[in-house]
C-alpha cells in the first residue's frame, strides 16, 4: 500500500533523511518513532506531499507522490499534531467544507454521517468548534482524515493533550480504523505506539534503525525476556536463590500483593528459558511460587537502546 524507496533530503549540507526505505502492507498500523531530530517529521512531510524529496520516491496505492501528487493525496488522509481546524466554524459546516474541498463523490450526507458516527462527534456536530474540548476538537481532526474514506490514515501525536478516558477512546478508534485502512502512526507516547501498532520503524539521525513487529522488537532490541513472579518466602532467600541461577541477569523485588505474597521481576537473555531452573530453584529454598507469567518488556527500554546505537541496524528480513 504505501513503499517508501531510497529516500534522501537534504537542507544544504545537512542530511535530515538519508537513504530510508520501508513499506506499509494493506489494513496495517504501523508506529513511527525517533527522537527529536531524527528526521521523523520530515519523513512524514514527504509521504504526505507537504516535502519534496531531495531524492527516492514514496508511491501511495501505486501513485507516486512527485510524479503523480493529486492521485497520491487522494488515497491519504492526515491528522497533524494540531488538527487544521477552523475554529468559527460549526462541526457540520467544517466538515462540509473539507467534503467538498476534497471533491470527494460519495453521498454527502449519509458520508458525513457516517464519518461523525466512527469518531463520536454526532452529538456535537451543530456546535462551533472553538466551543468544544481538546478530545471532541482532536475528534474533529480525525473526522475530517476520514472524509472521502482514503485507504491510508496518518497520524501525528493524535493523542496530544488528550486525559486519559480519551486517550483510551482515541486507541480503540485508531484500531478500528486498521481494520479498513492503512494507518501509519507517530507518537511520542510509545505505550500507545505498542498497544496499537502491529510493526515499528524508528528512524535515527536520518536512517532506519529498526524495523520489527511490535512483539518481536522489543524482545530482539533489548535483548532480554521478563518473567513476573508472586512467591511465598523470606525476601533474602528469594533473591539470593534467583539471583544464583544461571542465564539470570536482573532480579528485582516490586511491592507485596494484596494477598500477602510478593512480587518479584527477573530477568534473562532473550536466548535462555530460565522458568524450570527457577522452579527448581524455590522447590529447593522452600518458598513456593504462586504464579509466574511472561512479563512485557517495555517499547521505551527497546528505543532507548536502538536509539543509544546499543544495535545494529535492521531492516525487515535481516540485520
Do not use: W
Not at 163 to 186: A, F
Amino acid at each position: 500500500m504505501i513503499e517508501v524507496k531510497n529516500l534522501v533530503k537534504k537542507y544544504g549540507d545537512k542530511v535530515a533523511v538519508n537513504n530510508v526505505s520501508f513499506t506499509v502492507n494493506e489494513g496495517e498500523i504501523l508506529g513511527f518513532l525517533g527522537p527529536n531530530g531524527a528526521g521523523k517529521s520530515t519523513t512524514m512531510n514527504i509521504i504526505t506531499g507537504y516535502l519534496s524529496s531531495t531524492s527516492g520516491t514514496v508511491t501511495i496505492d501505486g501513485c507516486e507522490i512527485l510524479d503523480d501528487p493529486k492521485g497520491a493525496k487522494s488515497k491519504i488522509g492526515y491528522l497533524p499534531e494540531i488538527p487544521p481546524l477552523y475554529q468559527d466554524m460549526t462541526v457540520k459546516r467544517y466538515l462540509e467544507f473539507v467534503y467538498d474541498l476534497k471533491r470527494v463523490t460519495l453521498p454527502r450526507k449519509e458520508h458525513l454521517a457516517e464519518v461523525c458516527k466512527v469518531t463520536k462527534i454526532t452529538d456535537v456536530y451543530e456546535r462551533v468548534i472553538k466551543n468544544l474540548s481538546k478530545g471532541y476538537r482532536q475528534r474533529v481532526g480525525f473526522a475530517q482524515a476520514l472524509i472521502g474514506n482514503p485507504p491510508v490514515i496518518i497520524l501525528d501525536e493524535p493523542t496530544v493533550g488528550l486525559d486519559p478516558k480519551q486517550i483510551i477512546e482515541m486507541r480503540n478508534l485508531i484500531r478500528g480504523l486498521g481494520k479498513k485502512h492503512t494507518v501509519i502512526l507517530s507518537s511520542h507516547v510509545l505505550s500507545e505506539i505498542q498497544a496499537v501498532c502491529d510493526r515499528i520503524v524508528v528512524i535515527n539521525n536520518g536512517q532506519l534503525v529498526a524495523d520489527e513487529s511490535t512483539e518481536e522488537i522489543t524482545t530482539n532490541f533489548t535483548g532480554m525476556k521478563r518473567i513476573q513472579l508472586h512467591i511465598d518466602g523470606n525476601d533474602n532467600t528469594v533473591l539470593t536463590a534467583l539471583r544464583s541461577i544461571d542465564g539470570v541477569t536482573r532480579v528485582r523485588k516490586v511491592m507485596r500483593t494484596i494477598d500477602g505474597f510478593t512480587e518479584y521481576i527477573v530477568e534473562s537473555k532473550a536466548e535462555n528459558d530460565v522458568r524450570k531452573a527457577i522452579f527448581r530453584a524455590m522447590a529447593k529454598a522452600d518458598c513456593p511460587i504462586v504464579m509466574m507469567r511472561n512479563a512485557e518488556v517495555s517499547l521505551e527500554d527497546a528505543f532507548l537502546r536502538i536509539t543509544a546505537g546499543e544495535t545494529s541496524v535492521n531492516r525487515k528480513g535481516g540485520r
